[in-house]
């Protein structure tokens, strides 16, 4: 956010109404990759029907009000870890593969 911006909405008292990847990700704590992993998982909905490449936008009182919530940042931890787990294991099972093959065919 610019700093003209920040003035600004410190002169409103009241903080943007839609948030942007980058701003509900520092809301939520979390990566800015991440929020697109939570919005795949359905646990945050972007606002509008964007495109998959378009720039997405969340509101802000919805994600102050889900970060608010015990149950939804357990869900969104969970969702998380469970998504670079199977990262990481379809990366390790693929590079397993490989090594094998080529094990076998030396």
């Known amino acids: 956010m610019k700093d003209e911006q920040r003035v600004f909405l410190s002169l409103m008292g ?22 697109s992993i939570l919005v ?8 509008g029907n964007p495109a998959p ?7 802000t009182f919805e994600i102050l009000e ?4 015990r149950a939804f940042l357990d869900k969104v931890t969970s969702a998380i870890y469970r998504y ?3 990262k990481n294991r379809r990366r390790r ?7 094998q093959a ?5």
């Open 66 to 69: 889900l970060a608010n919530d």
């Open 14 to 35: 009241r903080p943007p109404l839609r948030l942007t990847v980058e701003q509900a990700a520092s809301a939520l704590n979390c990566g800015e990759q991440d929020v």
């Open 53 to 59: 490449n378009a720039r997405k936008y969340f509101a």
């Open 40 to 47: 795949a998982a359905r646990l945050l909905k972007p606002l």
């Open 93 to 99: 099972d693929n590079d397993g593969s490989e090594f």
């Open 102 to 106: 080529n094990r076998e065919a030396a």
């Open 84 to 86: 670079w787990l199977n």
